[in-house]
Antibody
């Protein structure tokens, strides 16, 4: 069955960095876009970004552009989120979610992981 | 301030019906498919509806949705206490080139 599992969350000081991982299984990974979505404590869902199925295109929310980088390794069925220059407002649960098929990679969210918590504290 | 507008909360009695609206623009809802997600507090979101009105396998037909112009609506019939959750609409915004979500609607089953 389709599964996506996040890992790598933790506590970090402002200005620090963290790398999140998303392990996918149960589907042809290289055929699907992959997204990151976060949720700050007590807040709604906030989309972070997407990487297209073939890794040829990425898109980011303005709030993280230039600080966060999405990458994927289709040979390992893995997606990553590099978080740099972290701020207190980046504290959230970060979810990995499968996107659409092929050119429709930008469609979001048919399978979600359980999330990994990132806490930025001073 | 979310790009898509949802009511903060709705409520209804068990067995009743409720609708949740999602309002956007010609750049998002008016241009592409809408998805709906359910999030029970403390758990990950779950896809309820995709491509405006399609239900994934395992989602009961008590859940339905529609889209008209730049607005979308989620309907839930035969409300159960287990339906208490936050509901989000989402779609792609072609002008911003980002995924946009509504702010979420908290459903209370009285």
């Amino acid at each position: 069955q389709v599964q996506v599992v996040e890992s790598g969350g933790g506590e970090v000081q402002p200005g620090g960095s963290l790398r999140l991982s998303c392990a996918a299984s149960g589907f042809p990974f290289s055929d699907y876009g992959m997204h990151w979505v976060r949720q700050a404590p007590g807040k709604g869902l906030e989309w972070i970004g997407v990487v297209w199925h073939d890794d040829h295109r990425k898109a980011y929310a303005d709030s993280v552009k230039g600080r966060f980088t999405i990458s994927r390794d289709n040979s390992k069925n893995m997606m990553y989120l590099q978080l740099d220059s972290l701020r207190a407002e980046d504290t959230a649960v970060y979810y990995c979610t499968r996107g659409g098929f092929g050119p429709e990679s930008y469609y979001i969210g048919d399978y979600w992981g359980q999330g990994t918590l990132v806490t930025v504290y001073s | 301030q979310s790009v898509l507008t949802q009511p903060p909360s709705v409520s209804a009695a068990p067995g009743q019906k409720v609708t949740i609206s999602c309002s956007g623009s010609s750049f998002n809802i008016g241009n592409d498919y809408v998805s709906w997600f359910q999030q029970v507090p403390g758990t990950a979101p779950r896809l309820l509806i995709y491509r405006n009105n399609k239900r994934p396998s395992g989602i009961p037909d008590r859940f339905s949705a529609s889209k008209s112009g730049t607005s979308a609506t989620l309907g839930i019939t035969g409300l159960q206490t287990g339906d208490e959750a936050d509901y989000y609409c989402g779609t792609w915004d072609i002008s911003l080139s980002v995924v946009v979500f509504g702010g979420g609607t908290r459903l209370t089953v009285l």
